[in-house]
Structure formats: structure tokens, C-alpha cells
């Protein structure tokens, strides 16, 4: 047993250290810095660096554009793609949709989709939830009808995040209404220029318009667009949770937050002393670092317990829970230390649209991105989902 | 000991209570919020209607002469509804300095006019350095002798509601250093006088705020409130009061977050059955109910200890009132939007305008962890 | 609206302190600020100096032993008895059998039973609990058949604390076995000299034996020593929760404890400098005494919200789920002050038996209590349970 | 990065684990914890048979040469099952000093003897007015010429198994004032030797200790460790070596007991269900797993850094794990109690007595408030 990275970790950390201070351009490292959003050319402009290293999509099949990579090695990318701080790549495209294809699609779909989902050429969001289906997933109910060499669907999507950006959407539809809930669920891909889609912003509590709600009137997908067998696309759905057990926790972040916090405590007054030596703050500062770390060496022990492939491992929901809350926790340190510099709302600047910095610029993100850190409880399986996940799967109740 | 309202104060909170229910919901708050000038003139005019602007003010100057409890009513019931008028700014803060330090002369003036709802005052005190520091203020007043005009010069953040002021009360420095708890003065500044400049930004929560620069403002001796020196006092005594009435609206802001989300545990379902039929759940809405309770229960204490000659003993309750309420709000805030999911982090959902303006509340006036550590410094 | 005593309840508690400062024997006092537990005969000593005065049960109907006073006085005095500190008068005998008497006995019973109820010749312990019947104690099972004149009563009870010192018991049997649970019990006052009443000691966490089970074979009960009518029993042991609701918070025992460790700390050495100056222990103290002071205005506005007489107000589930939590952090604090001086174990310290006084005897019960301490979110209604009441009753959930 | 055992670290696990499970159950523990000397001196025995007593020497001490890792499993094993015996002094605090500051006289006479389970020790440090402060000792050695024997004089407390120990390793000042980080040194003393008095006492966790006081106790100048007035560094790493098997201990503690009460939520019915079917508790249970599979992560770490040659960099990760793992232990344990109802405050019930030892582990070389301020502190 040793906890250290061994000198091969340590120089492929290196690595890619060298590589995040050399290839991330100096407007998105800023932007990633002041806690602004992206733009989807800056997100697509970043991807394709990625890319170009070979470095886009690092957990997929070799084959198909992975880096063959230990669980070890991809952690240590994605903590210090954090850290750098790097954008991160784009969720639905990387860890979702691009699995699942590897896994289930037929090979005229992986050979159609994959590269552009690496480079970003097709953005993909994902179609999941609706208005009745949130924690109870399985009770979605926008139906799909096979007509001839096409699905023809109905019905509403909700919190359809980045619909307005996106090319294509991997949606999940009632192809049997008559069978039990998990059953009878297609797993589909949409193109987003298909006739009868409409996408309605939905705006979230940071003042931002990232998620949608997403209307489906007989819109046709073709079969060829299917992913693996009618109705038993819950099966493909589930296959991703549990399985991305690398980064889920999200750890660099948090510890990117906390140490812009203490950054920030040097230079701020609190009362005569910079905030930074005030002891209550310290503390605050030291439970925060202390459960990272748990957490870090945590995540490392489920990485590192070899699971079988594509077997979730329910443990990871610990690292889904205690990670949003730190995630929170975190964010709510950065709110601590600026006070009242948090107070002013500016949604331009969230969006990176100033262009002349302003010596204040770095509060302006701080209490929208706190506000917004309440969604990460909540999304992927709420975190009241995951203690029903670990009460059942890990003790047995 | 008694807990009961007067039937005056049973009147003030019917009435106004009435009035937000029918004019203030979720929908007419957002018409407000989104116009300008992010507020509603008209609500103003039928709150002074109600006398309530005029509340805490001596009877003869042309207020009511209220005290903590009554501001304590109107701040829960305006934490309810989530107002966005700037009460706080024009009664409890800059109204506040005037009530305790305004000459008769400056009284007899602005008070009617703030009662009846034709004057907006702003309290523009604290600096970018000072954080929760009420001591800390670098701007200057000079003047060259002491019959000539006071020459006001320096820079004021986060004032609330100064982009529609008529009047800014101004604290300056007339002696002293940088953290002196001496030497500090208070003026009656004309927003627009010449040398005042105002930066207007909206708020997390909504309200509205600026940044005031002067530079050079000239203002004549009448404009000075009380004696030249000696406003820290003053300046304490007032954001005691404006924190008791803080904590109160955090307490209608929490009650209404936790009914909001009681009532949706019981119509939302998900796996057949509302969720509110799920113990953990249930568990979480009755520990914030309790939290909710000892808010109250604090923000009781704080009204009460609002007005306490003894500037130690009031400070201390005061900061143990506003750590705990703080916090509170926060905590049960987020939880409101947990237990609605995805729906509550919207915009469109009310919870997230109850967390955004208790997140604020907690920051106002020195937040939790700062009152916190007063109470341990001060404590026997 | 005012939080502050009036003049006349401020001359009570002056008279209050007043009477507690010389009434209370300096060895009982002594004990008591030890956290030392108290003999039988010392017990009765205490409760017959406050029975001479009159207030051995201000809460009782004056006419049989009650004092009238308001539920603020009735408020102070318990406050000021734990602040004294004084023994608390035994909560089976005041609080519990004797209200219940008076509610619901017959006239004969009360004057058979309360004078001596009040003045301790009776101790009453109480028989609910049961191996199978605890948070749900509607399901117990101790029979009781109607033989004659009298039941015979066979079962076995859980936790009847201070058996071993009662002369009676109050009790709940099953009367009725195809009756529903809560149907079908009966209430019965069984005198402990009865053949077939075997007492077993537990001893519990602190080392210490205060509660015991019970095992009844063939015990005669006569019918004249049935509370109210046969089948009734569940509503007269119910009429006791959430009727009780002035000192259910113990607020003033939490209050003793956090000055106790204030005092301590004084005197503690901590890195060269005393405990009590430490910023970390000052703001811990600083949270409890908040929560406290909090938690003492809530049971005020709750005293004196008025509510009809016997009918159980259901926020008083708050006071005492707040309560055994501070209860609980207050005797964590002062473990916390003590530190290694907690580590000895003395079971005949805690009992009272040393008589030489040590410099360190006054760490010695600091830990036993403070494992004690966990009963109280467990006993009369675990705090889970006080939880589903609220959620139902208030939250109508 | 590597999580797996060796195959000997398996061994000595599997062989260990399979011996507490056989003859050191509830019942078996009770028979020591009551009986003389409150602990098996046959399990003594076995342990030294396994090997385990040995562990931490040097092999050419006639140990077994083992690190931190070994000494990790060895603790969790012992919490898991609770065991009473002298393994913490006379293995890891006196042992330690041993080893890291023993002459090789010592410890060619002492280690064999250990290791073979004939020698107790115990480590005489902690005096009454220190708290958890290493350097405050007010214990004198003192000699009138460099090769005259040591004169001893001063009073230790909360020695742990000091009533059982044959020796005791002391430290005293021999020079500098009562805090002073120089002018330590450690001594072997007999534990019968005259003046050494012992006041010995049972512990909240039913472990053993005395109070020992020395009074004019003279020790030739071999019985010195090291060098003398250099003992500190010594003492914290033999302290920081020992927070880290303290921290393995809680997490066995912490993982039996939480394996214990997931259980009795399976058999416990209430309202004709197993109360494991109520989803408060469920979630309960599973927020006691989070917080055990932190407080493993964090015991691990202890161990990495336990022999980390940088001291304030070791005392900084000992320090955040033993902060972390001690609130982490009371709080794991009280919710066992609460989830086992009225039996879990009982002594016959095990729950009770995992929190009794875990509270004492919080307490033991400093606790969770203590090693948090530690953290702050020196943090960058």
C-alpha cells in the first residue's frame, strides 16, 4: 500500500501540467479563472486543442480515440484540468453519449458520430428527464411510434441542457407503453434540425440561460438513428451511472475554489488583518481541505478497486454526494470571503461579455456560480436518490 | 413577559399583510423587478398610506412613534413577499441617523416628506476596505473653519438603493486614522449635488444599489447631523436597528421558502406517491420548520434588544441574533431548493428569490461567521 | 409584545433564588454541581423541603397540592432549580402519575395517592416500555386478564427506571388482544410489594444501574387500582405527551452545564494561556449559548401560546428535540473542556460514595454523564418519532 | 498509487482477524475487561506469537522490521474488536521512543523482550497542566556532575497501562522553562524502582492507567534515550507514529460498530416493520458510511505521512486526519446508539462500548478541536 503517485505517475503529471500551462489559450484561462461561461466557439476552439493532443475523449476504447490511460493517469488529468484551471470538456459528448455508443451502437454508427463528438462537431445534449419524470426517471412518457423506417415522436423534455447549442440529442422514449416502467424505454438519437422540435430557454437562479425545456410534435427519427434494441434503452441509460467513477467527484474544482479563496482572504482587510489570518476563517478553510483530501484518497480506493467494465460500482454514489456538497461547501467559502464585493449582479460579465476589466471583475461570478452550485445536489440522481442507492445496494436496507 | 400584538400592531400586520397578498405575489413581483426603477412607486404610496414609512419616527416630527416591534412586523411581512422597496435604506438606515442625530430643523424637514412617501433617503457608509468594519472610513469632511462648508471627499460602496435617492446620509471622516472609532461625522448630502457621482448596479436579489463617489461635494454646517466626532455611536445604534429588522425579514423570507416547499412535498410525485410521503424528506422539512423557529425566536429577541441603551449588551444579542439568523436562512434556503429538484434552482420557481435574497441578508450588515466571532470576543 | 419578566415575575424569581439558595442542603447541593446521582433517602430528603414549602408540584390543580402559578412561573422555577443547582423532584411521581390522577382518577384514588405522591412516601416508576414495544409502544403485550376483583397481569417490561426504589408502578397491559393496538389497553397502578414482580438491574452506559426490566407472573392487580375504564389506557398515557411542555427543554440544565465549563475553563491551561480565552472554544460556547438562548424563547412562546388544557400541543416535539440536542452539546462541551482529566472512571464517585474531596473529583462524572446524556434523544419519543409528529401534525405531511 | 496489501500485510490481517474473531468476542472481552489485569495476558501471547509485538523494531533490534502500514492493520483489527491490551504503550509510545532514540544497549536488552510479549512498558509524558501541549513538561532530571546518576522528581498523569508496566520511559526537563520546545530528555525507569509511586485507575473504556509520581527517583546515566535535552522532536514523531494507529483504531471501531447497527436495523421490528425499512434511518446508516469511508481515507493518509521526515509536514496531515477521525468517531458512534434505541445506552449492548473507546480516542493525544486549530495554524 502506498499513497503516493509513483515516479511514473509523477511525471505524467507533468506532463500534463506542461501541457495545460502551454495549450490553454489566454482568453479561456481567464474566463475559466473569473468563474465566467463559456461560448461554444470557445468551448469547440479548446475541444480541438484537446484533440489535436489526442487528449479529448482519454477513458474511451483506444480504438475508437482513448488514450488507453490507467484509472490513475485519468484522474490525474482531470484534477489538473481543474486546477489549471482548463475547461472542461463537454460532459454529454465525452462521458455520455460517446460510452454509450462505443458500447452499444453498431459500427456504422460509432464510425458516423465519434470523431465528431470528440471535436465537437456535433454538440450533443441529452433528453432524459420531463415535467414528471425527475428522480423517477423511468416514468418518462413522450412516446415514440414506429412508422415504417422512422419513430415518430411526442412529447415534453425538460432541463435539456444546452439544447440550444446542440446538433444532435440522445433521447430516451416510450416505445411500450403496455410494459412495466423500465421496460419499453428506446434509447434515440435526434437531430436537433429536425421539424417539430422546440426549444423554450429556461433561465436558472445565477441569472444564465444554459438548460431548456424541449416540446417533441411528430418528430421523425429515423431507426438507422436507434441505439441498440427497442425498449431496452433504460439498460443503455444506467450502463453510464456508476460507471464514470473518475472525476465525478469533482474534487479539483472544489480545491480550485478553495484556493482562489485563500488567494483572495490575503488581500482582503478584516478588520486591520488580512482575512487570511483570521482564525475562524482558517478553520473554515482547514475542515474544507481536510474532507478534500478524504475525499480524494476515497475516490482514488473505488478507482483503484478494479471493477468490472461497465459494471457500476454503487460506492461511486459516495463520491456523487460528498462531492456536490463539497463542491457547495466550497463555493460558499469563496461567498464567505468576498462579502459584500459579491452583492453586484451582472449577467454580462457571467456570460464573458465585458471586455475592460474592472478591479472588482473578480467578485462579479462568485454568488451566481454559489447559487448555481445547488444544482449539482440535485442533478444525475438527486443526493436524497444516491442514499437510497447506498442504503440499498451497499447495506442491504 | 407576553408575546401577544397590540391591536394596533394586530391592525399593521393585517393590513399590510392584506395588501402584499394582493399586490405583491410572485407575478406582480417580477413586473416590479424587471421595470424600472426595479420597485413599485405605486406600493410606496400605499405604504405610506399605512403609515408604515413613517413608523419609527417621533410623533412630533410627523411619524407614528413606534418602535422595534411594530419595524418587526413590517420587515417579516415584507421578507414574505420579498419586497423590493427601499425601506431599509430610507426608514431603518439613513431614517434611522436622522431620527437619532437629526437636528430639529433637519427633522422637521425630511421627516413628513419620508412619511408620506415623497423623499428617498440612502445611507451611504460603508468602503470597499472596510468589510464589516463600521469604524473603518477613509472618506474626508474639511472644512476651513468652523462656520464655513464642509468640503466631502472619498468613495462609498454597496449603498443600497442610492440610485433613487433623493438624499444620501454620508459618514466622514473628520479627524482620526483610517479605524479610529473617533472622529466620524454624518451629512445630509443632495444626490445630485455637484461632485456626487453614482454607479447604479442591481443586486443578487434583486434590489438595487450604487457606488457613490464624491469628490469635493461641498455642503453647508446644516448638513451635519449631530456633533462632528462623534457618529460611530449613532452609526452602531442604527445598523443594530436595521439588523433586528434584517433578522425578522430573513424569518418571513424562511416561513414563506418552507410553505412554499411543504406545499409542493405534498403535490409533486414521483414513483407514485407525493414525496412529501417520504420520511427523509419529512425529516428535512421539520428540522428546517425547527431552525425557522429559533430564527424567530432570535429575531424576537434582537427587536427587543434593539433599542438597549447599553451599547455591549445590545451589540452582543444583536450579532448572536444576526450569526444565527444568518445562517439559518441560508440552510433552510438551500434546502427549499433541494427538495424542489431541478425546478427550484430556475428562475422561474420562487425559492431561488427567497435563497438569492437571504443569501444577501446574511452578507448585510456582517455576516454570520463575522457576528459569530463578535459574540465569542465579547462574551464573559 | 415583550420578552422581558415583569416586575412581579421578577420578584418571583428573586424569591425563587431566594428559597433555592438556603433550602437546598449543602450535600445535595454539592452532588448536584458534581453531576454526582442521588440516593433514594437524599431524593426524598429534597423533595420533602420543597413539599413543606408547598412546591413540591406547582404544576398540579391547587386544590390538590398545585400552586396556581403561570406557566412563566412555573417556567422560572424549573429554570432556577437547575440553575441552583437542585435535584429535579422525581418526574414519575410530579410530572407523570400525579397529573394523570388528577385527570382521570377517581376521588378516592387521588386522596389516597397524591398526598404521598407529592411528598415521595410513594415512588412511582413507570411500566410502558417493552422488549417489542418501543417507539412503538402501542404494541406491547403484557396481559391482563379480569379475575374477580382484580387482573392478573403476566408480560414483561423494558426500562423501568428506578424500580428498584418504587413502592409503586404505573402500567400499561393489554386488556383487550383483538382489540385495535391502541384500543384494548388499560392503565393500572400496581403496588411493587405484589408477589411475582422479579426486577432485574441494567446498568447503562455510565457505569451506573438507574433502570432495570421487569418480569410479572400472575401478579394481582384489584380493579380499584384501575386508572379510568378498562380498554381506556392508551388516552390517559397519551394525555402526558406534548402536555408537558414547560421544562421539557431542560433549557436550564444545558445552561448549568455551559457555565460549568466556562468556569472550568477559566482555570484550564491551554498552550500557555487559559482555555477560556481561546477564540475555537469561545465560539463553540458562543453557538450553544445562542441555540439556548433561542431555544428558551421558543418554550416561552409556546408556554404561552395558550392552549386548551390537556390537549398536547404538537410543537412541543421541537422543544424537545432541541433540547436533548443541547442537552447532548452542552455535556460535550464540558467533556471537551476537561479533556484527558475525563479519561478515569470512578462508578462509586458518580454514585456519591466518596466522601474525601480530590482537587480532580470534579472531572470525574464529566464523561459518564455525557454518555448518559445520549438517552435523552432517545427516551419518552426518540427524537425520530417527534420528527414524524411534526411532519404530520404540523407539516400535515 | 497503490491500495493493495502484500501478501505478508494479508497475512498478518487474515491471521489476526481470524484470532479476535475466534477468542475475543463481546463475551470473551467482557471476561478481561473485568477480571485482573482488565486485559488477557494469554492474548498478550498470542500477539507476540504472531509476531505483532516485534512489528515496528528493527530487525536487527530482534524485531520484525516493519512501517506504519503494518502497524495501520494491526490497529484496525484492534478496534474492530475493542481489545484492551497494552499494545498503544508498550508498543508504539514506549516502544517508539525505543526506537527512535534507545541506545543500542537498550534496545538489544529491551526489544527482545518485548517483542516476545515479556515486558511491559509504559510512556510516562502527559502531566496535568499541559493539556495537549508535547512541550510542557515540568518533570525535573537532574545531576550534579555529567557522570553522576540522574535525579528524577515531578509527577505524570493518564499514564496509559503504567499500573501493569515493568518500565517506564519518562521525560523530564533537564533545562529550560515549563514550555520550552529544548531541554527534554527520556529516561527508563523501573517501574518498582523507589520513589516511583503509582496511582492506577480504570479508564471511561475500561482501559487501564495510573497517575505516577516521582519523587527524588534516581536512574544511573545509562538510562538515558538519546540525548538529553533533545527529546521533542523524538516525542512527536513517536506521538504522530501513534496518532496515526489511533486514527486506524477509530476506523475499525467505527466500521464494527456501524456493521452492527446495520444489522439491528434488519432484525429490530417496530410498526410491523424492520425499522431498516424506514427511509430516516436509511439514510442515517448511509451518512454514517460516508463519514467511516472519509475517516478511512484520512487514516490512510495519517499512515503515508506517519514517518514523513519533514516534521511540520507530518504534523500538519497527522493533525488534519486526527481532527477529522476523532469528530468523525463520536459522531459515527452516537448515531449507533440512536439508531439502536434505549439497548444501545445499555452496557450490555456493544455500541456503547465503541463510543466509550472512541471518545477517548478523541481525547487521547489531543482531540478534534485541538488538532483543527492545529491545521489552521499552519496552514499556508
Redesign the interface.
Known sequence: MDLRFTADELAFRDEVQQFFRIAVPADIRRKCVLGQRLSKPELQRWTRILFEKGWATPAWDPEWGGTGWSPVQQYIFKEELHMAPAPEPLSFNVNMIGPVLIAFGTDEQKRRFLPSIARLDYWFCQGFSEPGAGSDLASLRTSARLEGDHYMVNGQKLWTSTAHHAEWCFLLVRTDPNAKKQQGITYLLMDMRSPGITVRPIVTIDGHHETNEMFLENVRIPVGNRIGEENKGWDYAKYLLGNERSGIARVGISKMRVRRAKELARNIDAGGRPLSEDRGFRERVALLEIELKALEITQMRLISAAAPAGKPDPKSSILKMKGSELQQAAAQLLLETAGYEAMEFDRDFLRGAHSTPSPHDWALTIAPNHYFARHVSIVGGSNEIQRNILAKTVLGL | ??????PD?QMITDGLQRLLAERYDFEHRKVHLFGAPGWSRDMWSRYAEMGLLGLPFAQSDGGLGCGP?ETMIVSEAFGRALALEPYIPTVLLAGGCLRLAGTPAQRSDLVPRIAEGSELLAFAH?E??????LA?VTTTAQRPTASADWTLNGAK??VLHADTADKLIVSARVSGRQ?DRSGLALFLVDSNAPGVARRA????D?MR?ADVTLSNVRVSSDALLGTAGNALPIIERVVDCTIAALCAEAVGAMTRAHELT?EY??VR????AP?????????R???M??MI??????S??A??MAEEADAKTRAQAIS??K??VGRAG?LVG?QA??LH??I?????CAV?HY??RL??ID?LLG?S?HH??V???S?D
Chains 1, 3 share one sequence.
Not at chain 2, 448596479?201 to 443578487?204: A, G, K, L
Not at chain 2, 410525485?269 to 407514485?272: E, H, R, T, V
Not at chain 2, 427550484?344 to 422561474?348: A, D
Open positions: 413577559m407576553d408575546f401577544e400584538l397590540t400592531q416591534v460603508v470597499r476596505q472596510a468589510r464589516y468594519d473603518d460602496s454597496f479605524r448596479y442591481v443586486m443578487q434583486g444599489a411543504v412535498l405534498k410525485k414521483q414513483f407514485g414525496i412529501g410521503s417520504f420520511q427523509a424528506l419529512q425529516h422539512a421539520v428540522d420548520l425547527v423557529e429559533q430564527a424567530r425566536s432570535l424576537m429577541y427587536t427587543m448572536a441574533a450569526s444565527y441560508k438551500e431548493i433541494q429538484g431541478g427550484g434552482v430556475t428562475e422561474e431561488g435563497y438569492r443569501t444577501m452578507i455576516d461567521a459569530l466571532a459574540v465569542a470576543a462574551a
